[in-house]
Structures are given as C-alpha cells and as structure tokens.
C-alpha cells in the first residue's frame, strides 16, 4: 500500500504556481520522497526527490516540513503540458531498502488556459 | 539519444499465446524493472533485476518470466498462464538498485 495521501485533482491557470500536497505521516527516517508525473498513455516522468531539505532543479521545486510529514511540488509557471498525474512515493533508498517504487492514485492537476 | 526504448507500443495476445515485451536501455544502468498498470491505478512491481544473470520476483510475478542476458536488455514474456493480461507495461531503470528509477513509454497489451 502506497504511504502517503494526495488529493485526487487539483486545477491552475497557466503561468500560475502549481502547488501539490503530500501528507506522509508514516514516514521513517531512511525514507526519501520522490515526485513522478504521468501525461496520458505514457512512462512515468521522474520529477524530483529529497530526504530532509528542500531541493530545485529545472522542472520544479520541493518542500518537505521539518517533521518531514508531509511535503509540496511547487510548479512554478504551470503550462497546458504541465497537465498530468503527480505521484508523491516514499521509498527508503538505503541498503536493505525496497527496490520497487509504491505508486498510489497521485493527483490529476489540469492546468487551464 | 540516451534512454529506455520498449517495443512494441501495442501488442495483441491470442487465447494460449505467450507473447515477449522488448526492454532496451543505453544508459550504462545496472538495474532494469518491468511493472504494470491497470486503468485508474497505480503500477505493480512483476520482477527487478539487479544485476546482469539476476533478477528477482517483485509482487505479482506468477504469469511471467523474464532473462537477464546483457546489460542493456531485460525481455518480459507474459505466458499464457497469466489469465488476466491486458494492462499497460512500463520498463524501468536505474544506475543501481537503490537510485532513482526512469521510465520507458510503456506497451500496451490486448487480449483478443
């Protein structure tokens, strides 16, 4: 069973901030979270992923609280290809880990002209 | 271009058919992954592959075989054992097991 609890959609205006919640309460202290998206029919776009501190890159940023409960994806200028299912997964990445990445339902963000 | 190439991107399985699903990938990775997707849900691990000659079985590998062979390739079949195939395929990999793990675009298979 997938950790963690997004909301099932969420909408925003093009050029505006995306901004997707992730609550992970359950979370232990090896575990990273990881971002993915998946437009219609395709693989899983792997986004961004953090252990403790928040991290950037070209596609978007990541916040994670300092209990490390619970996290936001911020888009910061969502386009109409933005549009897609965010999965938010925790997956402890250590040795004795888990190989496979636990995919819930996510969020269907609609990004609107 | 570097990356993960799967083929066919539909494929049709007759009644009693087994049917192999092609997983290529030219980044240098040790880890290959084949997971499915059912409509409306999240992606199910079928087996993982560590190493060159090794691979493992992930939740719901009854039905299903892979090999090993090179590096670059970690071919599916879906025998005819598995009763309930139609679902979309998606092939995985990763440096190693432990790094974050990128995609192909998926096959998706039919039964006739």
């Known amino acids: 069973d997938a950790k963690t609890t997004q909301p099932p959609s969420m909408d925003c205006a093009e050029g505006r901030a995306a901004n997707l919640p992730c609550n992970h309460s359950?979370?232990?202290?090896?575990?990273?979270v990881y971002w993915y998206r998946q437009i219609h029919s395709q693989g899983p776009q792997y986004i961004i992923h953090g252990l403790k501190n928040n991290e950037t890159n070209e596609m978007a940023s990541l916040i994670i609280t300092e209990d490390r409960k619970s996290s936001t994806l911020i888009l910061p200028h969502a386009t109409l290809r933005d549009t897609a299912v965010y999965y938010c997964?925790?997956?402890?990445?250590?040795?004795?880990?888990?190989?496979?990445?636990?995919f819930g339902k996510g969020t269907k963000l609609t990004v609107n002209p | 271009d570097g990356g993960i190439t799967q083929s066919p991107k539909y494929l049709f399985r007759k009644e009693g058919q087994n049917v192999t699903l092609s997983c290529e990938q030219n980044?240098?990775?040790?880890?290959m992954y084949w997971y499915r997707q059912d409509p409306g849900q999240g992606l199910r691990l079928i087996y993982y592959?560590?190493?060159?000659?090794?691979?493992q079985k992930g939740d719901i590998a009854e039905g299903y075989s892979v090999s090993r062979e090179k590096k670059e390739s970690f071919p599916l079949t879906v025998t005819s054992a598995q009763k309930n195939p139609t679902a979309f395929y998606l092939c995985?990999?990763?440096?190693?097991?432990?790094?974050?793990?990128?995609f192909g675009p998926g096959t998706r298979l039919l039964v006739l």
């Open positions: 980044l240098n990775h040790d880890a």
């Open positions: 359950t979370i232990s202290g090896n575990e990273y």
């Open positions: 995985a990999s990763s440096i190693t097991a432990r790094e974050t793990q990128y």
């Open positions: 592959s560590q190493i060159v000659n090794d691979f």
């Open positions: 997964i925790v997956r402890d990445s250590t040795q004795g880990g888990s190989e496979k990445l636990v």
